[in-house]
């Protein structure tokens, strides 16, 4: 059997790419890729003669069988998305799960992905953290997924598209208040990285005179613990606690 590897590739600095990536790509009888002409320029970079096969989420029911099949008769191939790690808000995960059933050896070689490269320099806590991808584009899901935020205690991760930023951020506002404190990393890894930083308010202004534009990961402080007393038991309890402790 053959083996399929999950590769991480850059998400805009293709300095990202790691030593192991470009010797397995190089190594595979096939890389299925999400857009063979976005990874040709990949590969071509790095001098990577491979041949491609496309993959991609609407593609990937037809294209499930040919990869097993190839990978049960001994090939190897790596998997790739157009950027970051692939089934991070990518396709992937299915060919992964179809080949977990078939016993075929799943291998990641990890990468950047752009969600933990934003949290880890938002400055929000990182400690404990959930990654939503995409919010819905609109109707009854977006406003269920918005809602789950509303008691959300740990940072919130989200994927946004230029042109709906300023929509989210609006969201944002309505679901978690004009206060939440809110880094927006944008292009990241590329010449023009920023990491803006404030409450959602300020957001929202900042974008009303600007034009949001390239690729954005928004990083998002979950609801501040306040602890709260029920009883006259506890508010008791808690005094006693208090005094013992001078
Ligand atoms: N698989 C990728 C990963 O691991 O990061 C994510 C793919 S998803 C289709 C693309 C989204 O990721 C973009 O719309 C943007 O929200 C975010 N993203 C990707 N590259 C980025 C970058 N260089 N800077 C900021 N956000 C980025």
């Known amino acids: 059997l053959g083996e399929l590897y ?13 030593f192991r990536a470009i ?3 190089k190594m595979v009888d096939a890389i299925a890729s999400e857009d063979t002409r976005h990874t040709g320029k990949l590969l071509h970079h790095f001098e990577i003669k491979t041949p491609q ?3 991609h989420q609407h593609n990937h029911k037809q294209r499930a069988p040919e990869l097993l099949a190839r990978l049960q008769q001994g090939q190897s ?14 396709p992937g995960y299915e060919l992964v799960q179809t080949c977990v059933a078939a016993n075929i050896n799943v291998v990641p070689i990890p990468g950047p992905s752009a969600a933990l490269t934003a949290l880890t320099a938002s400055g929000l806590p990182s400690d404990r953290f959930c990654f939503e991808g995409f919010l819905a584009a609109k109707g009854a899901e977006r406003r269920d997924h918005l809602a789950q935020f509303e008691a959300e205690p740990r940072t919130i991760i989200l994927y946004e598209s ?3 930023l300023r929509q989210t951020l609006q969201d944002l506002c309505t679901t978690l208040g004009a206060d939440r404190q809110i880094v927006i990393a944008r292009e990241l890894t590329k010449l023009h990285e920023t990491f803006w930083r404030g409450t959602v308010e300020d957001a929202i202004s900042k974008y009303e005179t600007q034009n949001p ?6 990083i998002i402080a979950g609801k ?3 602890e709260t007393v029920h009883t006259d038991d506890e508010l008791r309890q808690k005094l006693q606690t208090l005094i013992d402790q001078g």
């Open 6 to 18: 999950v590769v991480g590739t850059p998400i805009g600095n293709l300095e990202d790419i790691s």
């Open 23 to 25: 010797r397995i790509l």
């Open 53 to 55: 096969i496309s993959y």
């Open 77 to 90: 191939l790596a998997l790739v998305s157009d950027a970051g790690l692939p089934g991070i808000s990518d």
């Open 162 to 164: 230029p042109h709906r």
């Open 213 to 218: 534009r390239g690729e954005y990961t928004l």
């Open 224 to 226: 501040p613990i306040v």
